[in-house]
């Protein structure tokens, strides 16, 4: 047993999502009305396989994650998702159109395997996971993509990364005595350092927040 699993991005969706009334009105709204977007007998489907629009956009922002079109994605979908599409197609009697996939950005660029997911649209921003491939994600992926979801916790991680940096660099070589300001004064500059550094290398290379790229299809986001 591995002391820190990787991170299974179906079960972190699964768990995101809630079941409570409005979830429940908007399939049963499903439910009432013909699909605009693929013609489906929601009766036949798994309910814990369908997702709202809110919590796709959630994960995709905590996990740094995009949410496109299957145009959009680079690699080729395993013999596994066509399986699954064609039994869908059979069961509903329907040719499914409009897939989306969530995955880390490099995969719409990069041929790699780490945890995409499958989905089709259902209509009124709801939509059916088909099939789950890949690597689990990094244990850690969460908690690295963190200083990514604004500005504020980019922030403070800047200053916390600063903290450690000073308490690393050896003060004898700014002065002979220590003291409270020599500290904080080169707790500063490193500072200044860090974030010239990381805010020259995000704008150079056209990074934005999560919230900002979870759907977006340009490369430089």
Same mark, same amino acid.
């Given at each position: 047993m591995k002391l820190?699993?990787?991170?299974?991005i179906a079960v972190k969706l699964a768990n995101a999502q809630s @079941?409570?009334?409005a979830f429940l009105a908007g399939i049963n709204s499903l439910l009432a009305r013909p699909q605009s977007t693929n013609a489906f007998d929601i009766?036949?489907?798994?309910?814990? *396989?369908?997702?709202h629009l809110d919590t796709i956009r959630d994960i995709c922002i905590d996990y740094r994650l995009r949410f496109l079109d299957l145009k959009y994605f680079k690699n080729d979908l395993p013999q596994e998702a066509f399986d699954k599409i064609a039994v869908l197609?059979?069961?509903h009697d329907?040719?499914?159109t409009g897939f989306k996939v969530m995955a880390p950005s490099k995969l719409f660029r990069l041929k790699n395997t780490d945890d995409p997911l499958l989905f089709v649209p259902l209509g009124n921003d709801y939509f059916y996971l088909i099939h789950q491939w890949g690597d689990d994600l990094h244990p850690f992926r969460k908690a690295l993509m963190w200083p990514f *979801? @604004?500005?504020w916790n980019l922030l403070l991680t800047l200053l916390v990364v600063s903290w450690g940096a000073t308490l690393l660099t050896p003060m004898a070589i700014f002065t002979k005595t220590t003291s409270w300001t020599t500290?904080?004064?080169?707790?500063?500059?490193n500072f200044k350092a860090i974030a010239s550094v990381v805010l020259f290398s995000g704008f150079a290379l056209g990074k934005n927040f999560n919230p900002a790229i979870w759907n977006s299809k340009y490369n430089k986001a």
């Open positions: 820190f699993p990787p991170t299974d @079941n409570d009334d009766e036949q489907l798994a309910t814990d *396989k369908i997702y197609e059979i069961e329907t040719t499914l *979801k @604004n500005i500290f904080w004064m080169v707790y500063f500059f």
